[in-house]
């Protein structure tokens, strides 16, 4: 887990998952990016593996 690892990586923190989880992905796959940051900011993603 990221967190337990790097501590608070704040922003970067979505994306430092994704690199370390890439991997495990085929072509075809789905993954969802999900993160929220101060006040009411929140976004989303759905990925797909080419």
Not at 22 to 50: E, N, P, T
């Amino acid at each position: 887990m990221v967190l337990e690892r790097l501590g608070n990586t704040a922003g970067a923190g979505a994306i430092v998952a994704l690199a370390e989880n890439h991997a495990d992905m085929k072509a075809g796959d789905y993954g969802l990016l999900c993160a929220f940051g101060a006040g009411y900011s929140i976004g989303g993603a759905l990925l797909r593996m080419l």
